[in-house]
């Protein structure tokens, strides 16, 4: 499984003795691994033998990752969850500072900072949600404008480790962190020092007491109400599991996390805790207990006590990475939706089909027409869709006739509005189906605007590549058997070609670009897409785009699978063969739920519609909560332009209103009566008019054969007479 090439939570291991950090003091970590020759190594001094094999060493990592060389070179980018120092903002950023700061001073020029990049951004992405208490950052000292910083600060050897406590005055230089082990477990607990150095003075602003609460203050609170939980974890003096929970739950609210000593042995007694390390939850409503968890590990603590009801994220207050999420063309309106219950290992087919209703009605409505590539991207969309769509049925239906229709035509370039036809069913072919309306299930937001559309097209991937995993020939003779991963191929495609976030597009673009050419098989096409939907996920955590109901985290949670998660060196872990049996049950066939889909309406034989009007989506009137298969459910009101949804559909909307189209008639499935003649459908009405030019025609050739009958008697008799 080696696919994945920036694993969230890689580890390089290194094994260096533990040093303390020391104030004033400079050292670096070259490695020794790298061997010179015999004979080199005999021509010259020792000294000189280090500085080659250093340079060599550069020099080949340099060659391994070309695009580390020229301008562009760059260790660290703004995707990355640190910050990026520079000259001019180094002593501003970490003077007085709220927070704490642990800086790396590197050069893009050295090979062992090049290695050593991965173990830094583990570790930031491990501690990306201490931030309000201790910050990680680097500063490149290859870059000339840093020269005068790197001066000043007294860099010498690369990568040099500083850290600058939280109310720092200008005059300090910060603290060098010497040698040690420098694993992500290991920066992780120095990190933690850090903070416990602090006095109770000049402690970060948002950093809570990380000593040992005992039992003196802790028996008493037992039994109370509050207006939030408090969780106790109780472990060994050793232990830094406590602390990091405490720093891993800084950016949540409704939850206070303590740390007390299992040498507490009254403590002990009371909570009735026999094992370390072990949480143990007062509730808000006075009752205790303790926190029943598969595995004593830091992430599984953490993870629980995140999804507590009524734990959130607090906002963040500057909105850079939330204003991509706000760009997503999300359908607006489904706040007054009655709330659907549904189980979050489930995995529900209206969310499906309401991802190809906005894509097919609404997100592919902004181009008027689709031609060369455009037409290319969408034609090989509905092919995958068509061939790996679970479950058959009336979508399934639908979803082929659009194909046969595609392939069958020979023209280079096809309305779009003709594609909207056929996928609203305008010929009434008997048990094509594509409900007219959003209805999110598994992928409702707490409120309008949130989750939606791109939740559900993300779930839609992954069935498809599940699917593809169940069935590996369903994509024969299609034009795409020859891809190794042609889920993911088609995905980018379409992500690039018509995804209405286009900074989302250009994200995944580039995701795809560093890696998926590297995907050979359909298991790797499962999880490759599991990844990189997770290092989305990673960034967008705690931006306006999160959903504080449902916060982003890596997926799947512990509850959802343990065995998901293990634990190496203290770093949290996957063990990618549980996840992918894990990704086939979850988005396998078996595990879709048909609770709430649209299903076809039985409807009366079409009738002329006095007022025509536009439909679009609409919402429900009313919907039986838990009633399965939605069979119940009807149309519902027609809704007026001006109440739909977004842009894009009230433009639809008016497009319909010129047509004079007749409501509740789009969509809808009907009893039959469309014809498909050459890839071109007719309908009930075309087949009429075909009937009456038919009969029209008829009519005509006979007063026309009567004519030239009657005109050529009279010939023959003037012709006679003249002859006689
Ligand atoms: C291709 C693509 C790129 C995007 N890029 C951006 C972007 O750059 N910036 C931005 O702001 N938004 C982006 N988005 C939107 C963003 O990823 C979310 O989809 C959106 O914010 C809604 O989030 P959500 O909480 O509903 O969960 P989603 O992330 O949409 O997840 C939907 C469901 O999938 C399941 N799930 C979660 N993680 C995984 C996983 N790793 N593997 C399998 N299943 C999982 C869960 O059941 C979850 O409820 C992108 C969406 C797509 C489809």
Known sequence: MSVLPADLYTQVPVSEPRLPCLPGSLRSFPPQTLQLSDDVSRLVSPRSAGMLRSWFKAAFVLWLVPESLGPAARLYTEEDPLVILSSSSLTPTVTNSSSAWLLQFYSSWCGHCIQYSSTWKSLALDVKDWQQAIHLSVLDCAQEENLDACKDYGIKFYPTFKYFRAHSPPTDKGTTCRGGDRTVQFMRQLMVDILQNHTQMDRPDHCPALEPVSSVELLPVLGQRSDHYTAIVVEEPESYVGREVIL??????????????????????????????????????????????????????????????????????????????????????????????????????????????????????????????????????????????????????????????????PLQRIPYQAVLDLVDNKMRISGVFLGAEVRWVGCQGSRAGLRGYPCSLWTLFHVLTVQHDAMPTALDNTGLEGEAAPVLQVMRRYIRTFFGCEECGRHFEQAAAASMDRVQNREQQILWLWNQHN???????????????????????????????????????????????????????SNLSPHYSLTPPQLPAPHPNPNPGPVQTSKPQAEKQGGAGGGGERREQVKVAEELPGPQLRHQAHRGEQKGEVPGHRGEGGAGGGVWILGLGFNSVDMSLCVVLYVCSCLFLMLLFFFFKVRSKRWKLRHSRLYV
């Open 248 to 409: 891993d739950l800084l950016q949540f609210s409704g939850v206070e996390v303590k740390r007390a000593l299992s040498s507490d042995r009254p403590l002990l007694d009371a909570l009735k805790v026999t094992a370390f390390p072990s949480v143990y939850l007062l509730h808000p409503n006075g009752t205790h207990a303790n926190l029943h968890v598969e595995k004593r590990l830091r992430f599984f603590f953490s993870s629980l006590l995140r999804t507590l009801p009524g734990v959130q994220r607090r906002p963040k207050s500057d909105s850079s990475s939330s204003s991509v999420g706000q760009k997503v063309a999300l359908p607006h309106g489904q706040s007054s939706e009655p709330w659907r219950n549904f189980d979050r290992s489930k995995v529900y087919t209206a969310d499906l089909e309401s991802a190809l209703h906005y894509l097919l009605r609404v997100e592919l409505a902004a181009h008027t027409s689709l031609e060369g590539d455009e037409l290319k991207v969408f034609k090989d969309l509905v092919t995958v869709v068509t061939k790996l769509y679970p479950g058959g049925g009336s979508v399934a239906k639908l979803m082929e006739t659009l194909s046969d229709w595609l392939l069958s035509l």
């Open 535 to 589: 290092m989305v996920n990673n960034r967008l955590t705690g931006s306006l785009s999160d959903d504080p109901l449902f916060p982003k985290a890596p997926w799947p949670s512990p509850s959802l699978c343990a065995s998901c998660h293990e634990e190496e060196n203290g770093v949290h872990v996957w063990n990618q063969n549980r996840i992918l049996s894990f990704l086939r049950h979850h988005y396998g066939a």
